[in-house]
């Protein structure tokens, strides 16, 4: 992570980075939902297009904070410990359980929360991409230390994602790889 002057073409840039970045990380974890939706009663190509849009936008405001967070935020020693550390903390947090619940079940939540029309569409995938968001964000924010770029990062942060929202009994990786952040944040922290 480095620390910018401003520059308003830059920010942009930062943030079209982060946002592809994370519309690839996350498409094999939405596909589920994308194609719930369209069983469950999505009508038509044009309404599950919207209903991706929806989650895209929780993306896009991610990427967007990501990106100003990153440009504003210079890198201290000790802001990688602390990055790894509220991974790993968060992990084990009430809100990352509700939120992993949410993702994990795409039939309950259409039987419960189904809104109709182009609106409806696009409220549903926005509602579900800030579900996501609130699964994901303490992990995705590692990507601040090694870089936006890292395709290794990028591969091995989807990888969790998918299999924690996905895989049968994917919740129980939630444990591990608190765990596993936190045992990060003390070996930053000793180097």
């Given at each position: 992570m480095?620390?910018?002057?401003?520059?308003?073409?830059?920010?942009?840039?930062?943030?079209?980075?982060?946002?592809?970045?994370?519309?690839?990380?996350?498409?094999?974890?939405?596909w589920p939902?994308?194609?719930?939706?369209?069983r469950?009663?999505?009508?038509?190509?044009?309404?599950?297009?919207?209903?991706?849009?929806?989650?895209?936008?929780?993306?896009?405001?991610?990427?967007?904070?990501?990106?100003?967070?990153?440009r504003v935020?210079?890198?201290?020693?000790w802001i990688?410990?602390?990055?790894?550390?509220?991974?790993?903390?968060?992990?084990f947090?009430?809100?990352?359980?509700?939120c992993?619940?949410?993702?994990?079940?795409?039939i309950?939540?259409?039987?419960?929360?189904?809104?109709?029309?182009?609106?409806?569409?696009?409220?549903m995938g926005?509602?579900?991409?800030?579900?996501?968001?609130?699964?994901?964000?303490?992990?995705?924010?590692?990507?601040?230390?090694?870089g936006v770029?890292?395709?290794w990062?990028?591969?091995?942060?989807?990888?969790?994602?998918?299999v924690e929202?996905?895989?049968?009994h994917?919740?129980r990786?939630?444990?591990?790889?608190?765990l596993a952040?936190?045992?990060?944040?003390?070996r930053?922290?000793?180097?």
């Amino acid at each position: 992570m480095h620390h910018h002057a401003a520059n308003p073409l830059g920010f942009v840039a930062s943030a079209a980075v982060w946002f592809v970045m994370m519309a690839a990380m996350m498409a094999p974890t939405v596909w589920p939902w994308v194609r719930s939706f369209a069983r469950f009663g999505g009508t038509g190509v044009a309404a599950t297009v919207t209903f991706a849009s929806g989650y895209l936008a929780a993306w896009l405001a991610y990427a967007i904070a990501a990106a100003a967070l990153q440009r504003v935020v210079p890198t201290p020693a000790w802001i990688a410990p602390f990055v790894f550390v509220v991974a790993g903390l968060y992990q084990f947090a009430p809100l990352k359980r509700a939120c992993l619940t949410h993702c994990r079940n795409p039939i309950t939540y259409f039987l419960t929360r189904w809104r109709g029309g182009t609106a409806g569409a696009f409220r549903m995938g926005a509602e579900h991409g800030l579900f996501c968001v609130g699964c994901c964000w303490a992990l995705m924010a590692t990507m601040l230390l090694v870089g936006v770029t890292s395709a290794w990062w990028m591969i091995a942060l989807g990888t969790i994602a998918f299999v924690e929202q996905v895989v049968p009994h994917g919740h129980r990786l939630r444990v591990p790889v608190g765990l596993a952040c936190l045992a990060a944040a003390a070996r930053v922290a000793i180097a």
